[in-house]
């Protein structure tokens, strides 16, 4: 069983900062990429950005310069480094890791449950 945990979201106001971390745990052989989206009810989920076991990242367009994907492969864990942050980032954010639970096993999509992030103005 593979599990994924949030932690650090809550309240800010609009300009302010928040760390997101999401930690895998269970059986794992290996972790590829790894990242965070975000959903709004009623809106379609997003990317906010992903990493690479090798350190390779991508943000969407309306997060780059403010936000800052990094990962600690041997705790098996991500971060999202949110700053200057906007009314129009509320959302609950989820972290995502492609991983294998074993050598032979294909890779697959593991989800964390999401945590709320409201940014008030």
């Known amino acids: 069983q593979v599990q994924l945990v949030e932690s650090g979201g809550g309240l800010v106001q609009a300009g302010g900062s928040l760390r997101l971390s999401c930690a895998a745990s269970?059986?794992?052989?290996?972790?590829?990429?790894m990242g965070w989206y975000r959903q709004v009810p009623g809106k379609q989920r997003e990317l906010v950005a992903t990493?690479?076991?090798?350190?390779?990242?991508n943000y969407a367009d309306s997060v780059k310069g403010r936000f800052t994907i990094s990962r600690d492969n041997a705790k098996n864990t991500v971060y999202l480094q949110m700053n200057s942050l906007k009314p129009e980032d509320t959302a609950v954010y989820r972290c995502?890791?492609?991983?294998?639970?074993?050598?032979?096993?294909?890779?697959?999509?593991?989800w964390g449950q999401g945590t709320q992030v409201t940014v008030s103005s």
């Open positions: 995502n890791a492609e991983l294998r639970i074993s050598s032979w096993s294909r890779l697959t999509d593991y």
């Open positions: 269970g059986i794992i052989f290996s972790i590829n990429a």
């Open positions: 990493i690479t076991k090798g350190g390779g990242t």
